[in-house]
């Protein structure tokens, strides 16, 4: 059975940072995309990176420039490293992965992730 879970969430000053992981287990995800995604209170699930096999990442422009997602295929753990965190961060951050390689313009969207984290809290303080 294919497992996702989320670690490292927390509480965070404005401009701080934070590290999330995902550990995966059940299958060997080396070859398939992975996200992260994010929902604050009141709010719609929303993507927030993507990391293809290869290395390759998408952002969302919300997060470009200061969130890096990255991957260690031999731990099958991915990555969330939040830098200059502001207060609209604050958000349940998932981890998802897909049962097959999408293409970007299918890894914004949440019908594209097979398999779900339960979640990590985020909260960032002003």
């Known amino acids: 059975q294919v497992q996702l879970v989320e670690s490292g969430g927390g509480l965070v000053q404005a401009g701080g940072s934070l590290r999330l992981s995902c550990a995966a287990s059940g299958r060997t995800f080396s070859g398939y995309t992975m996200g992260w995604f994010r929902q604050a209170p009141g709010k719609e699930r929303e993507f927030v990176a993507a990391?293809?096999?290869?290395?390759?990442?998408y952002y969302a422009d919300s997060v470009k420039g200061r969130f890096t997602i990255s991957r260690d295929n031999a731990k099958n753990t991915v990555y969330l490293q939040m830098n200059s965190v502001k207060p609209e961060d604050t958000a349940v951050y998932y981890c998802?992965?897909?049962?097959?390689?999408?293409?970007?313009?299918?890894?914004?969207?949440?019908?594209?992730?097979?398999?779900w984290g339960q979640g990590t809290q985020v909260t960032v303080s002003s």
């Open positions: 998802a992965t897909t049962r097959v390689p999408v293409f970007r313009v299918a890894a914004v969207r949440i019908t594209a992730y097979d398999y």
């Open positions: 990391i293809w096999s290869g290395g390759s990442t």
